[in-house]
C-alpha cells in the first residue's frame, strides 16, 4: 500500500458540474510531486480534499494506512501540513506569533518548544521582526512567509504547498526552496502545486490535472520529453529544455544531455 493513495476520487461543489473526476494517485513515503495544469482545472480542489476540508462525493483516500473520514480526520490532519494558495484564508491569530502558533497548538507541542520554534522559523523566513504584528497589516508575500513558517513549524510528516511561493521575491522563494530541498533529503513527502517550471523542475515526479482529471502523471524525466503534454497544462518548458528537445536527432545529442542534465540538476 501507498503512503498516500487517491482512488477515484470525485468531488463537486454543486450538483451542476463535476469538479473532480475519478482522480487517482499513489504517492509514497519521501517522493516530492509537483501538481501542474492550468487555472480552475481542480489543483486547490484537490488538494482540500486531500486534508479533510471539503469531502469527496465518491471515491477515497488514505494517509499512511488511514482512511479519511469523519472519525479520522483529526488524526489525517496531524500529519498533514498546508499553505493555501491565498494567504487570507489561513489567519486565525491577533498577532504574527500567535499564526505560527496555530498549527503547533493543534499538535499540542510544549510551550517551550513552541517559543523556539517560533523564533527559528520566523527567523527561517525572514519575518522574526514582526511577530507582535496583526496579520492584517502584512503584504501578500509577507502573509505567504508567516504561513510558511506556520507550517515549516509544524515538522508534518507531508507539506502540501499551493502556490504558496506566488507573491515571494526571488531571494525569499530561493531560500525556501533550499531548506523545502534539506526537508525532502530528510525524508519529508511534498506535493507542490505551481504554474512555475522551476519550481516543478525540483519534483521527482509530475502530475498534470486538466479539466478536473488526471492529464499524466509520472516521472519528471519522462514527460519532459513530451513537450505536447505541457501544452494542455499553462507550463512552457524552459528555454534550455526546448532547445534541447528541438535538438534530438539533429546530431546534438551531447549538447542535449547537458542541457537536459542542468535542467534537472537539484
Ligand atoms: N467554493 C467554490 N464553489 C464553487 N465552485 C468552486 C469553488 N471553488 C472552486 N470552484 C470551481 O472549481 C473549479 C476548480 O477550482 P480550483 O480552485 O480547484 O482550480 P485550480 O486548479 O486550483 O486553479 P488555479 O490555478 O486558478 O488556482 C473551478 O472551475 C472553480 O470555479
Ligand atoms: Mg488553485
Not at 14 to 24: A, D, P, V
Not at 47 to 62: C, D, N, R, Y
Request: glycine share 10%.
Amino acid at each position: 500500500m501507498s503512503y498516500i493513495e487517491i482512488k477515484d476520487l470525485s468531488f463537486s461543489y454543486t450538483k451542476k458540474r463535476q469538479i473532480l473526476k475519478n482522480i487517482g494517485i499513489n504517492i509514497e513515503k519521501g517522493e516530492w510531486i509537483a501538481i501542474l495544469g492550468h487555472n480552475g482545472s481542480g489543483k486547490s480542489t484537490l488538494a482540500k480534499t486531500i486534508v479533510g476540508l471539503l469531502e469527496p462525493g465518491a471515491g477515497s483516500i488514505t494517509v499512511d494506512g488511514i482512511k479519511l473520514d469523519q472519525d479520522t480526520l483529526q488524526s489525517v490532519r496531524r500529519k498533514i501540513g498546508i499553505v493555501f494558495q491565498n494567504p487570507d484564508n489561513q489567519f486565525v491569530g491577533v498577532t504574527v506569533r500567535d499564526d505560527i502558533a496555530f498549527g503547533m497548538e493543534n499538535l499540542c507541542v510544549p510551550k517551550a518548544e513552541m517559543l523556539e520554534r517560533i523564533e527559528y522559523f520566523a527567523t527561517k523566513v525572514g519575518m522574526e521582526k514582526f511577530l507582535d504584528k496583526e496579520p492584517a497589516s502584512l503584504s501578500g508575500g509577507q502573509k505567504q512567509r508567516v504561513a510558511i513558517a506556520g507550517i515549516l513549524a509544524m515538522q508534518t510528516e507531508i507539506m502540501i504547498f499551493d502556490e504558496a511561493t506566488s507573491m515571494l521575491d526571488p531571494y525569499a522563494r530561493g531560500d525556501l526552496m533550499e531548506h523545502i530541498k534539506k526537508l525532502h533529503n530528510e525524508g519529508l513527502t511534498i506535493i507542490m502545486i505551481t504554474h512555475e517550471i522551476e519550481e516543478a523542475l525540483l519534483a521527482d515526479r509530475l502530475v498534470i490535472m486538466k479539466d478536473g482529471a488526471i492529464f499524466a502523471d509520472g516521472p519528471k524525466e519522462e514527460l519532459l520529453k513530451k513537450p505536447d503534454l505541457f501544452q494542455g497544462s499553462a507550463l512552457e518548458l524552459p528555454f534550455s529544455l526546448r532547445l534541447a528537445n528541438q535538438l534530438t536527432g539533429a546530431g546534438f545529442e551531447e549538447v542535449r544531455g547537458y542541457l537536459w542534465e542542468s535542467a534537472f540538476r537539484k
